[in-house]
């Protein structure tokens, strides 16, 4: 997929932009601050229905105005069902519901977009993944599975509905839950859980080689990776599970037990990543984790090859793994890339090791030229 014109009116701090894009290489320089990263998001909630930063819309409508608009028209290559061109538009007003749009016709449901635009992001944010929660490290499965997978979102939909309406139960506190629809949750949970779990399952096992080829690449083979997946439903049968520790769950209000629980566990050299990685070591494992996801998307979301947002990727990294990386993007691998830094050099050495077409845009205060 290439993203050929993107618009914004009003998006967080970009009062107004029309960008003519490279359909490989566009480069956003400038200070910190000044709205590199806004325009990546703009880019990343034509694909997701909503920010990477921001989960509240009427947050990323530019202070004091009444409204904000994203349009981007894309090339396919080809896409099934349109064509050769697509329009995808999202406009909202404070207070009301937002409208997306596909080739000027609203969607019914915003998640029948999901997956029409593959898109990998790696942003400074990642690292957090290391150090952060398990629901950061399930959330990054549920981003990428979804892209591909239909039957993913509903089953994840129908887990998570389950699990509210079970902990709602448990949380009774005049009288006891009613067994019946306490069974009848626990059921549904069970039975949308185990296709979860084999899903994400079948991901991490065909993404760990990948994820570990690309480290070794940036690394130069200084250090060796593990990622592991970790699961309630490797416990035995997840119904059983889930019900072996229900007077447990009563006491605490909520369920303990269930594929929400879920993990990823990052190693380096055999030990627990975040005891052991440096910054700079933990920066190229989630950016060969994201390269990853890239290939993997790219494989199995077979109509289109993903977009690749890079937001300051170069910071805390040593020159050997920058030119590691350059080298992977440069490739003819990756499709159409937006890159963001505020130092030219790293930039321009991208740009002198390639023959990729390119873009460079000046940001300045929520200006682009």
């Not at 003519?20 to 990546?40: A, D, Y």
């Not at 400074?124 to 993913?152: A, F, K, N």
Request: aromatic fraction near 8%; glycine fraction near 6%; charged fraction near 25%.
């Amino acid at each position: 997929m290439i993203l050929k014109k993107l618009s914004i009116l009003n998006y967080k701090n970009i009062r107004e932009a029309t960008l003519e894009l490279s359909p490989k290489m566009n480069c956003f320089i400038g200070q910190n601050g000044v709205g590199k990263t806004n325009v990546l998001d703009a880019v990343y909630y034509l694909s997701f229905c909503r920010s990477a930063t921001n989960p509240i819309d009427s947050a990323v409508i530019k202070h004091e105005e009444p409204f904000c608009v994203i349009e981007g028209e894309y090339e396919a290559e080809p896409l099934a069902v349109d064509g050769d061109s697509l329009t995808i538009s999202v406009g909202m007003k404070r207070g009301q519901k937002k409208h997306f749009k596909r080739n000027k016709k609203e969607y019914k449901r915003l998640s029948e977009h999901i997956g029409l635009i593959p898109l990998v992001v790696v942003a400074p944010s990642d690292t957090l993944l290391i150090e952060g929660s398990s629901e950061e490290r399930r959330h990054l499965m549920d981003v990428v599975i979804s892209q591909y997978d239909r039957g993913y979102i509903d089953a994840l939909t129908r887990y998570n509905n389950a699990h509210q309406q079970r902990n709602t139960l448990l949380k009774m506190e005049d009288g006891e839950p009613d067994p019946m629809l306490m069974d009848l949750w626990e059921e549904q949970m069970a039975e949308a859980g185990e296709q979860l779990f084999a899903k994400r399952s079948a991901f991490i096992e065909e993404l760990t080689p990948v994820f570990q080829e690309y480290y070794q690449q940036i690394s130069e083979g200084r250090e060796q990776v593990g990622l592991q997946y970790v699961s309630h439903c490797q416990r035995g049968p997840l119904l059983e599970v889930i019900r072996r520790d229900r007077a447990k769950d009563r006491a605490v209000g909520y369920s303990l037990h269930g594929v929400h629980r879920d993990d990823l566990v990052f190693t380096l050299g055999g030990h627990p990543m975040r005891r052991e990685g440096s910054q700079g070591q933990n920066k190229t494992y989630v950016i060969a984790l994201k390269l990853a996801q890239f290939e993997f998307l790219k494989r199995t979301a077979s109509r289109t090859t993903p977009l690749l947002l890079l937001d300051d990727i170069f910071d805390k990294l040593d020159s050997h793994r920058v030119e590691q990386i350059v080298r992977l993007v440069s490739s003819e691998n990756f499709g159409q890339i937006f890159i963001t830094d505020t130092n030219r050099d790293h930039l321009d050495q991208i740009l002198s090791t390639s023959a990729l077409d390119y873009k460079i845009f000046h940001v300045d205060d929520g200006e682009i030229v």
